[in-house]
């Protein structure tokens, strides 16, 4: 397997990322650089570890010479996945409020840690950051129940002060969203799953729509409706499949409207990316809490709050053995 960070490792430009993808040979990864710098979104920066994961450590390396900005790479973590020992020294700045380094989550204490790690970087009022912190942790717990992923999800974050914006990236190797959508949904292709999957209210753990108590399939409804409405990008990379929502123009007046179908958004598809048995979300959501983002995590709120007391009643009506 083959992985290339370049100059120009942002969501906008996401795709050329997943096309340079070389998924053969999977007993071992090599990770090439641009020779001069690097820009690594955290999305980039989980699939490669996950990959890191598969092939061994011992088979996972570094290729050619790293060039500065490649510290960024050492201060996320990525050499813990690598047999190459990191080329850097210098002094580590504090990781609170500013960034969540590669972190693998396999159980719930892990994904509890994890979103306490998130909190610093969610520079919002008390409530919104609650709805946020809800949302991510959502996306964490359906990989840890419905993928089937050994390795857990692998996950991380940065947080930009002068953009004043959040980028996180959330990876499994898992069975992939249209295997886990088989089951009641029966999607004929990956892009047809995804779109399944972008739906509110479609979870692979039921045919009924609208979901469950436990899982109403919105997490990932929610997160892109953040992205949109603060327009910024959101993407979901599965089998062969990729779905990039794409920002709104400026000139639209007043606030974008939120469709149940993810293809009825300004996006790209590809229908023919590597074929990644796993699944890939990435998203950046700008932190300026403005009338129509305030409007949208109060709503998501009300049905996080529904959601909340529904589990809670769900667990008092489970029976009791002695």
């Known amino acids: 397997m083959k992985i290339h960070f370049s100059n120009q490792g942002n969501l906008r430009n996401f795709r050329r990322f997943i096309t340079a993808l070389d998924f053969r040979s999977p007993e071992k990864l090599e990770i090439f650089t641009h020779s001069k710098w ?3 979104h955290p999305a980039n920066l989980v699939l490669t570890a996950a990959l890191a994961l598969q092939a061994g450590k011992d088979n996972s390396e570094i290729i ?3 060039p500065r900005s490649g510290a960024y790479l050492d201060r996320m973590g990525l050499y813990h996945f690598v047999k190459t020992p990191s080329p850097f020294l210098y002094n580590k700045k504090e990781e609170a409020g500013r ?5 693998i989550i ?3 204490d892990d994904q509890s840690r994890f979103i306490a790690d998130m909190v610093p970087l969610l520079h919002l009022s008390e409530e919104n950051a609650k709805i946020v912190k809800y949302i991510i942790g959502e996306l964490v717990r359906n990989v840890l129940e419905h993928a089937n992923a050994l390795n857990g999800a692998i996950v991380a974050a940065q947080y930009y002060k002068k953009t004043n914006r959040v980028s996180i990236g959330i990876c499994d190797t898992g069975m992939g969203i249209k295997n886990s959508m088989q089951r009641y949904w029966h999607p004929k292709t990956d892009i047809e799953a995804l779109h399944l999957a972008l739906t509110p209210g479609i979870t692979g753990t039921t045919r009924k729509e609208g979901g469950t108590a436990e899982n109403a399939g919105a997490g990932l409804f929610f997160i892109k409706s ?3 409405i603060t327009r ?3 993407s979901i990379y599965s089998g062969s499949a990729e779905y990039t929502l794409l920002k709104h123009k400026k000139r639209l007046k007043g606030v974008p409207h939120l469709y149940a179908d993810p293809a009825r958004d300004p996006c790209s598809e590809m229908t023919d990316a590597p074929f990644f048995q796993g699944t890939l979300v990435a998203v950046d959501i700008s932190l300026n809490e403005t009338i129509e983002f305030n409007g949208l995590l109060r709503n998501i709120g009300e049905i996080y709050n529904k959601a909340i007391r529904e589990r809670k009643r769900a667990k008092y009506r489970m029976p009791k053995f002695i």
């Open 106 to 108: 396999k159980a719930a």
């Open 99 to 103: 960034f969540v380094p590669i972190t």
């Open 232 to 234: 910024n990008y959101f």
């Open 226 to 228: 953040i992205a949109k």
């Open 38 to 40: 690097i820009t690594v």
């Open 64 to 66: 050619g010479e790293m």
